[in-house]
């Protein structure tokens, strides 16, 4: 199982970015996708999770101001980022909780991450 985020890079305050998590490996069907930060001397922050049944979910940091989605084919989750912020600076990874087929066991994977650098 792989995830791939892309979609980071540099922007303005007040600018957008949208992130992309492609989720690939057979048989696996992710339950919930997560999207994470990490800034430089912080703790790793959940920002937003998007589930199997299309509930959103977001930390309140975030909320109102980032939107999580899905594409099916392929299996790629999307993190819409607005009105960012310097404080928005950080690498972002993608998190994926799934099954393969009728296994009784939940997996855990993580993409490489994407750097997002807001400036003042």
């Known amino acids: 199982v792989q995830l791939q985020a892309s979609g980071g890079g540099l922007v303005q305050a007040g600018g957008s970015l949208r992130l992309s998590c492609v989720v690939s490996?057979?048989?696996?069907?992710?339950?919930?996708v997560g999207w994470y930060r990490r800034a430089p001397g912080k703790e790793r922050e959940l920002l937003a999770t998007?589930?199997?049944?299309?509930?959103?979910d977001y930390a309140d940091s975030v909320k109102g101001r980032f939107i999580v989605s899905r594409d099916d084919v392929p299996n790629t989750v999307y993190l819409q980022m607005d009105r960012l912020k310097p404080e928005d600076t950080a690498r972002y990874y993608c998190?994926?909780?799934?099954?393969?087929?009728?296994?009784?066991?939940?997996?855990?994977?993580w993409g490489q991450g994407t750097q997002v650098t807001v400036s003042s």
């Open positions: 490996g057979s048989n696996f069907q992710p339950n919930v």
């Open positions: 998190n994926a909780l799934g099954r393969f087929g009728a296994y009784p066991k939940t997996f855990e994977y």
């Open positions: 998007f589930t199997s049944s299309g509930d959103a």
